[in-house]
């Protein structure tokens, strides 16, 4: 049966924005629930109230990350300072002092994120079809920034999509073949399928912290601190809000203590870079 | 707000109230806390179900050994319960976790939607290694979701006609028609797929915002 859901899972494509979607059993709310990235991304801020969303379930607070900064002195307030997420009080949130951060691989960008050539025969018209433009990587680029990055913090949130010439003269591609009938389906097996593997290798980053049953993976934690307003490309990458992918909470009791290691990509800058 | 439970502990300073019972057909019995050394909960957004691990000092065989007594007013022994494992294929562990606040359980502070955990896993494997001293045992659990092990387990009979005919009643006959009118929507397709192999078994419920598919 499992193998079936995931059949099934596999070629769903979200009726309201054609995301792929999420298909997880939350044992908090005892309730099953089927929710594309895109709708996730449009709850971690309410722009016009500037608050943060019912996505985001945590913030850290990034101590002494490097050296000053051209903001000098100065608190940082970019890019979470409409949502009031970098501020004074930010500097009492839970403190992130050892993490590990990597940046998405060259292999995998090579290898994934790349234009997808979509072949189907329809069986019933006796008709080929071989579709170009949607798989095309500049308008995977382009949907990426849609979906994700555009509706996060900062005056210019930017998709972090590794392209270059070879990929957009599409010397670098894949051709993949599809038995779907219609066009929005055929999305799964190439934009989509890209799509999913550029959000999957983002820039991730690790870290462990006191435990807290509220942390759930597909939630938000939002990282603040002092060199946020460098303008470096680090900080572009490092501040902001991060998509927890994996959460595991150890309680020792044997030893009292409880944590949670946790691992969050981040797709996007908070300006151009 | 409620007292505090008598199967509370401190964790990090904060407060939990702590439950693992083992599940089989015949038996259930509460493990003592002072039996677990760790429980590891691994959560993926790329997984439908959590999974886990428990770590219990098992020196001495004390797990096999444990019985739950139950006594009268009068502290008389009444009766004595001990599990025995796979018997039935069937054992399965609730965990309990929920935070409290010092007077005990408080919604307001800790809403049960965002805090509390509940789960019921299936054991699905089970390791045992011993230390140096003579009798120090430590054995592992190694757990995945009830729901998950059901829907491993089972294979039963669906199609989509299945779900169109739940969703029109009986005005068409699915086996006269054609395919297309037999399709469903891929998110309404999991939603019946999922409530059908579950719903002897578990609670169905689904998210109101649940996305329907193309």
């Known amino acids: 049966m499992i193998d079936d859901i995931e059949t099934i899972l596999d070629k769903h494509i979200s009726f309201n924005n054609l995301d792929n979607c999420v298909l997880r059993w939350n044992n908090k709310r005892s309730e099953w629930s089927l929710k594309s990235f895109t709708q996730m991304f449009d709850e971690v801020l309410n722009k016009e109230e500037k608050t943060f969303g019912s996505r985001v379930s945590d913030a850290f607070h990034l101590h002494g990350s490097s050296t000053l900064s051209k903001g000098g002195a100065n608190l940082a307030t970019k890019p979470l300072h409409e949502f009031s997420g970098n501020t004074i009080l930010s500097q009492q949130l839970d403190g992130l002092t050892s993490y590990q951060f990597l940046n998405s691989a060259n292999d995998d960008g090579v290898n994934s994120i790349i234009s997808s050539i979509v072949h189907n025969y329809n069986y019933q018209d006796k008709q080929f079809d071989v579709e170009c433009s949607d798989g095309y990587i500049d308008n995977v680029e382009q949907t990426f920034q849609e979906f994700y990055a555009g509706k996060m913090a900062g005056q210019d949130p930017t998709a972090i999509f590794p392209t270059n010439d070879d990929k957009k003269r599409n010397l670098i591609r894949k051709h993949v073949y599809t038995d779907a009938i219609m066009r929005e389906e055929r999305l799964r097996a190439g934009r989509n399928n890209v799509i999913s593997r550029a959000l999957a290798l983002s820039p991730g980053m690790s870290f462990s912290s006191k435990g807290g049953t509220h942390r759930d993976a597909g939630d938000f934690v939002i990282i603040s601190g002092e060199d946020a307003n460098s303008g470096k490309r680090f900080a572009q990458v490092m501040y902001g809000e991060w998509l927890m992918t994996n959460v595991v909470h150890v309680f020792m009791f044997d030893r009292e203590d409880y944590s949670n290691t946790i691992t969050c990509i981040k797709p996007h800058t908070y300006g151009k870079v | 707000m409620k007292d505090i439970p008598d199967n509370s502990c401190i964790l990090n300073d904060n407060r939990y109230t702590v439950k693992f019972t083992l599940i089989n057909t015949n038996t259930s019995i509460d493990l003592p806390l002072g039996l677990v050394k760790q429980f590891v909960l691994y959560d993926n957004l790329y997984s439908i179900f959590q999974t886990g691990k428990l770590i219990i000092d098992n020196s001495g065989s004390s ?57 019921v896993f299936s054991v699905y494997a089970e390791e045992e290694y011993t230390a140096n001293k003579a009798n120090d045992k430590t054995k592992v659990f190694y757990l995945r979701d009830g729901r998950a092990e059901k829907l491993l387990r089972s294979n039963i009979e669906w199609s989509t006609s299945l779900a169109v005919q739940r969703q029109i009643g009986h005005k068409i006959n699915v086996s006269q028609v054609s395919n297309k009118l037999r399709s469903i929507h891929t998110g309404y397709a999991l939603k019946h797929l999922i409530a059908t192999a579950l719903q002897n078994s578990y609670p169905v419920s689904f998210a109101n915002d649940w996305d329907i598919g193309i």
């Open chain 2, 63 to 119: 797990l096999e050994n444990f019985s739950s007594t139950e006594m009268n007013e009068l502290r008389e022994q009444i009766n004595s319960v001990s599990y025995a494992f796979n018997s039935d294929n069937n054992d399965y562990l609730e965990v309990k976790i929920i935070p409290i606040t010092p007077k005990g359980e408080d919604a307001v502070t800790f809403p049960p939607e965002i805090f509390n955990m509940h789960f």
